[in-house]
């Protein structure tokens, strides 16, 4: 790599008209892995859109922090407006600085706590349902029990079983659009009657006429609720009226959407590797009884869950839920050494930076215990699962304390074996996901003594 990175070099591998869609098509979480080692800036070429990467910790945090206000949310955000236009995740400007300080009071990490007992129990009773010897589909438990969580912590609802799978589903279809329409930017093809338009259209209704019924009931009981959604009915938009029904819902959908399938792709990664790892799953038993002792676990008990907490960011880590943050340039801008035109089209990849092997030794390695405190760290920047700077993840705090609680009451009761975990893989969608991941229920305490007995023969 030469020292001067004013023009960054084009990645091997374009073809005539192509680019490199056929490789980003093809495994596009392995092609952006690749690309960090064509140095700390590099291009690519999407069709005739060319696109900048930034692999480079120092340069991804300076992008995020200090010249935060020279770039927009980009491309993928911008299709993520299906949701609706000035919803928090997809906001700009001073529209999104607004908005996030008027959320912000259902986020702090004194509210949060209050949230403990809701989560454990809305997603208590569904474990509890789980038998030994059933097989679940661990992604789409995980999903229905986050959306749950969400919709029980912040909107007071749990929705019944069919509509819960339809809201799942809707989340599922718009977020899958959105991924597609920001790879494929043609934005003609967005407008015209195919089926895949026709699904995002009736996905977004669906959502939307859920939320419409909870935003309902709470106009008609304002003084029995005290959560989310009776937040954005107090608040005011920049003109200093009322938010408007629409941008209400687009609010709670865009949480819903968001909410819900982050935390749900990193528990069911975080109980794969304890599947295939016996000891930790063993040591997490363990930290688990001497904590909890048998009770239900509590916001008290959370901060002496430290090995959960190591098993959470090592799965944040290696399993980072977002493979690809876009990012654009509102006027000409220096990034480093690079110079960037306005309008420039900038992507990096948070699941490939936390795989880097010069920041994570053996980083392909499940290891909680790389966060222990005596052990290195990565460096400043090199570990943002949920972003950094003024557009970090208002919900961060939130989603980690949900996936700890939902780890605690299934990891009290069950072990999930994966029924085949050689064929499980990584795959980038709107987050990363497992390909497949089908896990065996066993009864824990019946799983231990049989898995001692078997050591002691």
Not at 1 to 30: C, E, K, N, W, Y
Not at 212 to 227: F, K, Q, T, V
Not at 296 to 303: C, D, I
Not at 331 to 347: C, H, K, Q, S, T
Request: hydrophobic fraction near 40%; charge should be neutral; aromatic fraction near 6%.
């Amino acid at each position: 790599m030469t020292a001067d990175l004013r023009t960054p070099s084009t990645a091997p591998g374009r073809l005539p008209l192509l680019g490199h869609a056929v490789p980003l098509i093809r495994d596009r979480l392995a092609f952006i892995q690749s690309l960090r080692a064509h140095g700390p800036v590099v291009r690519i070429t999407v069709g005739p859109k060319s696109v900048t990467v930034v692999n480079s910790p120092e340069l991804i945090h300076e992008m995020l922090t200090s010249k935060a206000d020279q770039f927009s949310k980009g491309l993928l955000f911008e299709k993520l407006k299906l949701f609706g236009k000035d919803a928090l995740p997809v906001a700009e400007g001073r529209a999104h600085l607004h908005r996030r300080r008027q959320l912000q009071p259902a986020f702090h990490r004194e509210k949060i706590s209050g949230y403990v007992d809701s989560m454990r129990e809305t997603v208590t009773p569904t474990v509890a349902g789980w038998h030994a010897g059933a097989e679940l589909d661990l992604k789409a438990e995980m999903q229905l029990m986050a959306q749950n969580v969400v919709m029980s912590a912040l909107f007071s609802s749990t929705p019944e079983s069919g509509a819960a799978h339809a809201i799942l589903e809707s989340v599922d279809t718009v977020f899958t659009a959105a991924l597609r329409r920001a790879l494929l930017p043609v934005s003609v093809l967005e407008k015209l009657p195919t089926r895949g338009n026709r699904q995002v259209k009736v996905a977004n209704g669906v959502l939307r006429a859920a939320v419409a019924e909870i935003l309902a009931e709470h106009r008609a009981n304002p003084d029995a609720y005290d959560d989310m959604v009776s937040l954005l009915l107090t608040v005011e938009d920049g003109d200093g009226q009322p938010l408007s029904d629409d941008e209400i819902l687009s609010e709670i959908t865009g949480l819903l959407a968001a909410g819900s399938e982050t935390t749900a792709v990193v528990v069911a990664w975080l109980f794969y590797e304890l599947g295939r790892n016996p000891d930790l799953e063993h040591r997490l038993h363990e930290e688990l009884d001497a904590v909890l002792g048998g009770e239900p676990v509590t916001a008290e008990h959370l901060g002496r869950l430290t090995f959960t907490r190591r098993l959470l960011n090592e799965t944040l880590r290696l399993y980072s839920p977002a493979w690809l943050v876009t990012r654009q340039a509102l006027a000409p801008v220096r990034l480093g050494p690079v110079e960037l035109p306005a309008g420039a089209d900038l992507v990096w990849s948070p699941f490939a930076l936390h795989r880097d092997p010069d920041l994570y030794p053996d980083p392909e390695r499940f290891d909680p215990d790389r966060w222990l405190p005596e052990r290195p760290q990565p460096p400043k920047g090199a570990f943002i699962p949920f972003g950094s700077g003024k557009r970090m993840c208002i919900g961060d705090a939130f989603a980690s304390t949900e996936a700890m609680v939902i780890t605690a009451v299934i990891a009290s009761r069950w072990r999930l074996r994966p029924t085949r975990p050689d064929a499980v893989r990584p795959i980038g969608e709107i987050t990363v996901h497992p390909s497949s991941l089908q896990v065996a229920v066993e009864n824990r305490l019946t799983a231990g003594r049989h898995a001692h007995a078997g050591r002691t023969a």
